[in-house]
């Protein structure tokens, strides 16, 4: 068994490839930040977690009834949706992103947060593959590994739209230059590595 400042780390490290990729819950804190300020990374991310809390335990009440065949089955999708991530991350590491002034219908960066969440496709197909997979395996360990898996992901979320909303309303934009392109582009190298163990822990699990 991994102890909890591994799965914390694995948390945190899945999670920031996700929060450093351009997408709808971004581009609201980037809006909003210059008006609001740096609160706005929090309260974005607060609102964002709410909706991944429910999905959590959603997903722990339900892999207590889930048959062993299909969890095997999680494995492998899982690991596939990891591969289409990263290699979707190693494309996006060339994209640039500006900052632009507030000019979303949502006022509230907690309410931004919730509703760019089920709104995003990519959030849903995350869940439902990378998410549930991860939690899967972390859950046979008990509800406390999972759970600092999950802890480490907020972290990661958390430590980068703060850092992003603070930067946009100081009026420093963070969101170019190379070490910034290289780091999503080493992101998505992890996630396909990631997804490559999980597709290979999924065959060898696999009966014969």
């Avoid at 290699?87 to 760019?116: H, N, Y």
């Avoid at 934009?173 to 990631?194: A, D, E, N, P």
């Amino acid at each position: 068994m991994p102890d909890i400042l591994s799965l914390f780390a694995l948390g945190f490290l899945i999670g920031l490839t996700g929060a450093l990729a351009p997408g709808p819950t971004l581009v609201s804190t980037i809006s909003l930040s210059f008006s609001k300020g740096w609160t706005t990374g929090p309260k974005v991310v607060f609102g964002h977690a709410l909706i991944e809390l429910v999905l959590f335990l959603l997903i722990v009440l339900g892999v207590s009834s889930l048959p062993e065949q299909y969890s095997r089955g999680i494995f492998l999708l899982g690991g596939v949706a990891l591969i289409i991530f990263g290699a979707l991350a190693i494309m996006e590491s060339r994209r640039e992103l500006s900052a632009q002034p507030d000019r979303s219908v949502i006022s509230s960066p907690f309410l931004a947060g919730v509703i760019t969440s089920i709104t995003n496709p990519y959030f849903w197909i995350w869940w439902l593959t990378i998410a549930s997979t991860l939690i899967l395996s972390t859950l046979a360990w008990g509800i406390i590994p999972a759970f600092a898996f999950l802890i480490g992901h907020w972290t990661a979320d958390l430590s980068w739209y703060t850092l992003v909303a603070a930067c946009i309303h100081k009026g420093r934009l963070v969101l170019t230059g190379r070490w910034y392109h290289g780091v999503i582009f080493l992101c998505g190298i992890f996630l396909i590595g990631f997804g490559i163990y999980y597709i290979s822990n999924g065959i060898s699990n696999t009966p014969q």
